[in-house]
């Protein structure tokens, strides 16, 4: 596993995700209207544009729900070390083995095999997950791309709410590998890419580098 040890969130991190495909993200680039791909795909793209043109990351907007998932997303990973009793390694960036311009940043390693994403979302989602509401598809895509990256085999999905009781604060589902999933998503990462580069040879050739 080609592994950053860097510490999520500094500008360091931010640099060395610039004008590269995350995980986080990979549902905007398969997202779908009717007619094709969605907005989001296209703005994604412009985004990744501008970082290899620019060699600077993209500022992003960070609502208050967001802001809430970092605050607490400590104390949602002790939560679990404690029920599972196991430990959780944290990692800064890992690429894709061999993809280039494509890695993730999980929210911690478990053992030898195993990955884990947490979500803080706000207490009527969390309600709809206990009472048995599906992970959005999504978040799956998200853990996908994730085991793609590390070559882990599974990703425990963490839905975490220090405001209900303290037995239902913590939800764990383990989502297994899946790997013709997981081809579906490299193949249209590298096609993403592919679409970026080309972008930006042709704005290079056309306008030149400043």
């Keep these: 596993m080609n592994s950053l040890d860097l510490i999520q969130g500094t500008d360091a991190w931010k640099l060395i995700r610039s004008g590269k495909v995350t995980a986080s993200r990979i549902a905007d680039i398969m997202a779908q209207t009717k007619s094709g791909y969605g907005a989001s795909r296209a703005n994604y793209e412009a985004e990744l544009i501008s970082e290899r043109l620019t060699g600077f990351p993209v500022e992003t907007y960070q609502s208050t729900a967001m802001l809430h998932g970092i ?42 095999s195993g990955l884990i994403e947490i979500k803080s979302p706000n207490t009527a989602t969390h309600i709809k997950t206990l009472l048995g509401t599906k992970i959005p598809d999504n978040y799956i895509k998200q853990m996908m791309a994730q085991m793609a990256c590390t070559g882990r085999q599974w990703c425990d999905w963490v839905s975490y709410d220090p405001r209900m009781p303290e037995n239902m604060c913590l939800f764990v589902d383990r989502i297994e590998r899946d790997d ?18 080309g972008k930006v040879s042709k704005l290079l050739e056309k306008y030149g580098r400043t």
């Excluded at 894709?96 to 478990?110: A, E, M, N, V």
């Excluded at 013709?180 to 580069?197: G, P, S, T």
């Design 71 to 112: 605050e607490t997303e400590p104390q949602a990973r002790t939560a679990y070390e404690f029920r599972f009793d196991t430990e959780v390694a944290e990692i800064g960036f890992v690429h894709h083995p061999t993809i280039k311009y494509f890695g993730c940043s999980p929210d911690g390693l478990i053992a030898e």
């Design 180 to 197: 013709e999933l997981i081809a579906e998503l490299e193949k249209e990462v590298q096609r993403f890419l592919d679409e970026v580069a």
